[in-house]
């Protein structure tokens, strides 16, 4: 009831693309979706999170996608940059700093120049 | 923003002694600490959770002898690897929660363990 299961484990994109990330959870008290880049050597950073009471949230190049009846969410990159380059996380809470979070497999996404 | 200072980022120490890492919130009160210990190309693992003035709450498998978390004030956590030994070697980071800032994380410790 505690996993996030997180999908592709590792990606490719030609920069200017797409890049689409999924997670689903089982826990339905989660009510707390962050996604967080981590780069080599460093501490994961939040890129975006959202509420289960909306269906979507956008932040520059980067929008979530919730569905709440399928308890699955992504993550999308568009525009992708090299730089974009790095480990994503999605990761799932009850409230958002008090209780822990549940951390999806990670996805390793490259794009290429 | 919030920011969470984590040191040192690299540390080497001999197997047999050890090692302790900071994490201080810099700009905000953090009521709940969370370390994580992270392998090569994994997920984050979480070890113990602490509340300030509080004991540690440690996750299944996690030696509470070995891994001394300190949560003694609202901006500091400390973990302190005890007897550190090569398996012990990783990546450690820690998260501050408090509320109204979310989670935010450290940069990270390198240890290794010789």
């Known amino acids: 009831q505690q996993q996030v299961k997180q999908s592709p484990q590792s990606l490719i994109v030609q920069k200017g693309g797409i890049s689409i990330i999924n997670c689903a959870y089982e826990?339905?008290?989660?009510?707390?979706f962050p996604w967080y880049q981590q780069f080599p050597g460093k501490g994961p950073a939040l890129l975006i999170a959202?509420?289960?009471?909306?269906s979507e949230k956008k932040e520059g190049r980067f929008t979530i996608s919730f569905n709440k009846s399928a308890k699955q969410f992504s993550l999308h990159i568009m525009d992708s940059q090299p730089g974009d380059s790095a480990t994503y996380f999605c990761a799932a809470s009850r409230g958002t700093s008090g209780s822990r979070l549940t951390f999806g497999e990670g996805t390793q996404l490259t794009v290429n120049p | 923003g919030a920011v969470v200072s984590q040191h040192p980022s690299r540390v080497i120490c001999k197997s047999g002694t050890s090692v302790k890492i900071e994490c201080r919130s810099l700009d905000f009160q953090a009521t709940t600490m969370f370390w994580y210990r992270q392998f090569p190309k994994q997920s984050l693992m979480l070890m113990a959770t602490s509340n300030e003035g509080s004991k540690a709450t440690y996750e299944q498998g996690v030696e509470k002898d070995k891994f001394l978390i300190n949560h003694a004030s609202l901006t500091l956590s400390t973990l302190t690897v005890t007897s550190a030994h090569p398996e012990d070697s990783s990546f450690y980071i820690c998260?501050?929660?408090?509320?109204?800032?979310?989670?935010?994380f450290g940069s990270g410790t390198r240890l290794t363990v010789v």
């Open positions: 826990n339905t008290a989660f009510d707390y």
């Open positions: 998260s501050a929660g408090g509320a109204n800032y979310g989670y935010t």
């Open positions: 959202i509420r289960p009471d909306v």
